[in-house]
């Protein structure tokens, strides 16, 4: 249980194009989505925390018009990278959290297998 | 201060050895505490959650020390395979709701 997919895995874009990035919850229902970037060699950094049917609540720094995050459903949560530019180029990274108390823990939360993006 | 904190390593150690590292977080309302496993090029995985009275899985054994602030990891026995960046997470609230924070991860190597 407790399975999160993301798609693509990687992907190479030319500079000034967008990029979408889907992440779900594949055997449970995820309340709360969040998204994290990570550069080489540096920790997770938390850009936004997503809660399904209201908008994203982002960390100070990361710019709400240029990461575009929807959480339509309790299952699926996308990004996009709007005008990506090679500065973007980084390991992105959802988790989701949810489930039923007793089944699976309500704090805990699971990844997916994160997505490369190369802006060329 | 950073808010989570951990001595990025590397940590050199034989196959068979036992090895620690150490977390130390800033928010003294953290209530939840987590050690995750983050291989090369990968997301991280959860290794184990931290309970205030200790906790082992195998050859990890994981404990909490409220008062100084800090959460450890323990391995015993050290496999090739133990080989892996350790991320240490603390929850924090704010109006977002509960999330986690983590630390810079701490690199264990393993040699034959």
């Known amino acids: 249980g407790a399975v999160v997919s993301q798609h693509p895995s990687w992907v190479i874009c030319k500079s000034g194009t967008s990029v979408k990035i889907e992440c779900r919850s594949l055997?449970?229902?995820?309340?709360?989505m969040f998204w994290y970037r990570q550069f080489p060699k540096q920790s997770l950094m938390l850009m936004a925390t997503?809660?399904?049917?209201?908008?994203?609540?982002?960390e100070q720094g990361v710019e709400k018009d240029k990461f575009l995050i929807n959480h339509a459903s309790l299952t699926l949560s996308t990004l996009t990278v709007t005008s990506a530019h090679p500065e973007d180029s980084s390991f992105y990274i959802c988790?989701?959290?949810?489930?039923?108390?007793?089944?699976?823990?309500?704090?805990?939360?699971?990844f997916g297998p994160g997505t490369r993006l190369t802006v060329l | 201060r950073k808010e989570v904190e951990q001595d990025p390593g590397p940590f050199n150690v034989p196959e068979g050895a036992t090895v620690a590292f150490n977390c130390t977080y800033s928010?003294?309302?953290?209530?939840?505490f987590f050690w995750y496993r983050q291989d090369c090029r990968k997301e991280p995985k959860l290794l184990m959650s931290?309970?205030?009275s200790g906790n082992e899985d195998g050859r990890f054994t994981a404990q909490l020390n409220r008062a100084s602030q800090y959460i450890s990891l323990l391995i015993r026995d050290s496999k090739l395979s133990d080989s892996a960046t350790y991320l240490c997470?603390?929850?924090?609230?704010?109006?977002?709701?509960?999330?986690?924070?983590f630390g810079g991860g701490t690199r264990l190597m393993v040699k034959p």
């Open positions: 988790s989701a959290r949810g489930g039923r108390q007793g089944v699976m823990s309500t704090d805990t939360q699971y």
């Open positions: 055997d449970f229902q995820a309340t709360t």
């Open positions: 997503s809660n399904e049917g209201s908008k994203a609540t982002y």
């Open positions: 928010n003294s309302a953290s209530q939840s």
């Open positions: 931290v309970y205030s």
């Open positions: 997470a603390v929850n924090r609230v704010n109006n977002a709701g509960n999330m986690l924070t």
